[in-house]
């Protein structure tokens, strides 16, 4: 079996999350990429905003860094930027990301900074008790919601690819060897890569909406999820409600840590 | 302009001189984003980091300026950001972080009219008080001033060096006619320049404690990336620095947090004093008031009347001491400021009833000349 512990800072278990969180299966899946490509613990920070799934940083055993809401990709920008050898993930949130951090969430992906981005998106905001989220689906409820949400969610991996991050996936905690496999080719991507990840907040989003019982918000995770080469061959009625998963965009961008270099380089020339 | 440390005479702008000196302090990080009146300072490290391998970077904003110069000093590199009214609130939030999390840095604030987006390009000193509780939350911050581009640069250098050595952030604290006046200054040989950096952890990273009580309460924070793999937090957090609900953990962490810097104010407090020898009335100036000020203790003192000032080059802390010895002395202290009397609020809890407090003050964009502040002075002697 996998050992785990080499990367867990036990010390802080019992974690905070609730039973049936997805948030967990994301630890495990994130630590089984890392170890994966023998990245150095010494060398790898971990940066995060506020929210349940910035909560993550504390029980990795590497420099974790848990900033303020929203601002989680500022800070790992001033890491990265100031010492690009240091290899950095931001683990952040749906209202982290896009609603508070929203304008860092597009300038990171248009800069193409070299930094593995894993959003978790549970379609609400779990830590403050299940308020509306910039992701919560049109109908569903939150707590202040209580009618129904009249707002049209964003389309967070679509918003990364056109604000120009070069690589983008999609991947849920119901998969987990493809959620896995999203974070290591993140990982292994030079520039802004972001892993948007849906998974399960039975707490605050399930009771809610008629999915209290965490087995099915798995369930629908399993049946509305569909990988990209199958997604092609449906028709938009098919498409009609489900999700699409796997690598959404995959190029080749300069990356701005290494064109900052070659801007040091040639002014240093001149 | 290009980067000298030759120990030449150069003319140049207080927010030029401002990044010069942070260049000589050791800077090699800088995130900003525009705004009048201290773009200047931005656009001088875009121009000279580059050239000796340091590292800027315009943000989308304030709240992100400030985030990335917070996790860039968490590597170990020595980093500033700029701003001016409306931006110096946005980082607001972040410089309660740099508090809590006691990670050094320079935050400078070129002061313009307010409220709101109020005067761009007129000076004040309406940011004192916001200086000292802009962030939320009960802490400690250290903000220095300066009246001139030659104290401009000198007051980096020593931003950095406090901000180093008590490990927090630093705020400086300029105003439109210091960033913007072109006026000599001499810049010292680079070896002339004391430089203070952060103290490496002695322990090895399994005994290593980031925020452990010492007898100072200063803590000794690794740089990322050196094998200490620890924990940064604007939770309450303990020794360890993951986030704690221990009340005697927390209520013990945030007194040292408070404590590093109120118990070594002697340290950190700093003034200029003259002809405070004979005076009976105390003009209190900080900033490019003290200029006119000066120029109006020399006006006093022809006509007869004794009139000494006191110009505090660090406003915070704030140097009770100093104004409670002089109340003992004089009958009033005259305090013109560029706001609505904000420090005046502090000379008079220094005075302690002992001396009157007069404010002169102007919030229309315009300068306080000598003349005024004198006449002020005739009506109180
Ligand atoms: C400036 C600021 N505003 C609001 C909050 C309160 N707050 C904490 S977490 C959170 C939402 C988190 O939601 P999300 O990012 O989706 O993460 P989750 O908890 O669902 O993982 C909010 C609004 C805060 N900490 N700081
Ligand atoms: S509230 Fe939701 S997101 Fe937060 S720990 Fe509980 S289940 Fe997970």
Redo the contacts between chains.
Sequence with gaps: MFNYLKFI?T??FPHIWCPGCGDGIILKALIRAIDGLDIS???A?M?SGIGCSSRT??YV????????H??A???????????P??NVIVVTGDGDATAIGG??YI?AARRNINLTVLLYNNYIYGMTGGQCSPTTPRGDRASTAPYGNIEPPFNTAGLAISAGASFVARADVYNVKRCEKMIRQALEKDGFSLVEILTPCPTAYGRRNRMANPVKLMEWLRDNTVPVQKWEKLSPEEREGKVRVGVLADTEKPEFTAE?RK??ER??GE | MSVDRSGKVKMMQGNQACAEGAIAAGCRFFAGYPITPSSEIAETMSRNLPGIGGKFIQMEDELGAMGATIGASLTGVKSMTATSGPGFSLKQENIGYACMAEVPCVIVNVMRGGPSTGMPTLPSQMDVQQARWGTHGDHSIIALVACSAQETYEQTVRAFNLAERFMTPVILLLDEIVGHTTEKVVIPDQSDIEIVSREKPEESPEDYLPYRETETGIPVLAKFGTGYRYNVTGLCHDSTGFPTNDSEEIEKNIRRIVRKIEDNRNQIIDYREKMTGDAEVIIFAYGSVSRSARSAVAMCREEGIKAGILEPTVIWPFCYNKVRELAEQVNTFVVPEMNLGQMAREVKLGVEGKAEVVSLNRIDGEPIKPAQIVEKVKEVV
Excluded: M, W
Excluded at chain 1, 61 to 68: A, F, K, S
């Design positions: 800072r010390r802080n613990r010494d060398e920070v940066v940083p504390g055993d590497i420099n974790t860094l848990h900033t303020t929203g601002r990709l500022p800070f790992a920008t001033g890491v990265k930027h100031a010492s050898d240091l304008n860092h300038h900052y801007l040091i002014v240093q």
